[in-house]
């Protein structure tokens, strides 16, 4: 197993693999591996933080990030500059063989070395919890709307590094995609089935829960 940077002969095996993993998770089909074709131009992308893994010579996962910023309330204040994740991917076949925790360690690591202060994601908590991170709220880091949303999540990467931050999450535009673009790029790839499935309702619901933790 090796974690490594993606070159551009792996891109359409990396796409192919992130298709595959989001396939059919949040709605009927897929649109991640679209994001991530946008993203390696995009400006905010971060190509030393991002890694694929590899698995006797093939692509089995991949972690990319973006620049990001907290937006703070206070109009005087300045906005801070933070990294993010997404998409992060393992190939279904090696899921639950504790890769996924490897190559998410290997790129917290490697954004803490780099001195960036903070990581914020989206996502279910359980996925990020082993790793650190807890709610936005408890650093007073919430969504555009002004709500803390238990899916935002934050990891200061230095001690007190969000400490005292009170403001809003801004994710890079390279996330705005337009469905359209996305449903034909993705005929690029061989066909599969779209399916509605019962974790695609989870995910609906689980976008609308609010952190009620007192940290
Ligand atoms: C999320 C993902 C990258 C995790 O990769 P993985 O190799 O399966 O994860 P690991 O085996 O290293 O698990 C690490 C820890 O994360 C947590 N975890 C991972 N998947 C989980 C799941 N389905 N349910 C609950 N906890 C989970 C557990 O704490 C796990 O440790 P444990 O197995 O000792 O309990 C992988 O499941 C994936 O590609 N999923 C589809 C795409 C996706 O959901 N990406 C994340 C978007 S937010």
Same mark, same amino acid.
């Given at each position: 197993?090796?974690?490594?940077?993606?070159?551009?002969?792996?891109?359409?095996?990396?796409?192919?693999?992130?298709?595959?993993?989001?396939?059919?998770?949040?709605?009927?089909?897929?649109?991640?591996?679209?994001?991530?074709?946008?993203?390696?131009?995009?400006?905010?992308?971060?190509?030393?933080?991002?890694?694929?893994?590899?698995?006797?010579?093939?692509?089995?996962?991949?972690?990319?990030?973006?620049?990001?910023?907290?937006?703070?309330?206070?109009?005087?204040?300045?906005?801070?500059?933070?990294?993010?994740?997404?998409?992060?991917?393992?190939?279904?076949?090696?899921?639950?063989?504790?890769?996924?925790?490897?190559?998410?360690?290997? /790129?917290? &690591?490697?954004? =803490?070395?780099?001195?960036? @202060?903070?990581? *914020?994601? %989206?996502?279910?908590?359980?996925? !990020?919890?082993?790793?650190?991170?807890?709610?936005?709220?408890?650093?007073?880091?919430?969504?555009?709307?002004?709500?803390?949303?238990?899916?935002?999540?934050?990891?200061?990467?230095?001690?007190?590094?969000?400490?005292?931050?009170?403001?809003?999450?801004?994710?890079?535009?390279?996330?705005?995609?337009?469905?359209?673009? /996305?449903? &034909?790029?993705? =005929?690029?790839?061989?066909? @599969?089935?779209? *399916?509605? %499935?019962?974790?695609?309702?989870? !995910?609906?619901?689980?976008?609308?829960?609010?952190?009620?933790?007192?940290?």
């Amino acid at each position: 197993m090796i974690i490594r940077h993606e070159t551009p002969q792996d891109y359409f095996a990396t796409e192919h693999i992130c298709r595959d993993a989001f396939w059919n998770l949040y709605f009927p089909g897929a649109h991640e591996h679209y994001v991530l074709h946008r993203m390696r131009k995009h400006k905010d992308f971060l190509p030393e933080l991002s890694f694929v893994l590899e698995i006797d010579g093939q692509i089995a996962g991949g972690i990319f990030f973006t620049r990001s910023r907290i937006i703070p309330r206070s109009a005087d204040a300045k906005p801070v500059p933070a990294v993010s994740f997404g998409p992060v991917f393992i190939a279904p076949e090696y899921h639950r063989r504790g890769l996924g925790r490897m190559l998410i360690s290997h /790129a917290i &690591e490697k954004a =803490k070395q780099a001195g960036h @202060k903070a990581i *914020l994601t %989206l996502g279910y908590p359980y996925h !990020y919890s082993p790793y650190g991170f807890t709610g936005g709220k408890k650093y007073g880091i919430s969504m555009a709307d002004g709500k803390f949303y238990q899916g935002l999540l934050a990891l200061p990467l230095q001690e007190h590094a969000l400490d005292g931050i009170s403001g809003y999450v801004q994710f890079s535009d390279v996330f705005d995609i337009n469905p359209q673009e /996305a449903e &034909e790029y993705d =005929k690029k790839f061989p066909p @599969k089935e779209k *399916l509605v %499935l019962p974790c695609q309702a989870e !995910y609906e619901k689980a976008c609308t829960l609010l952190d009620e933790t007192r940290y």
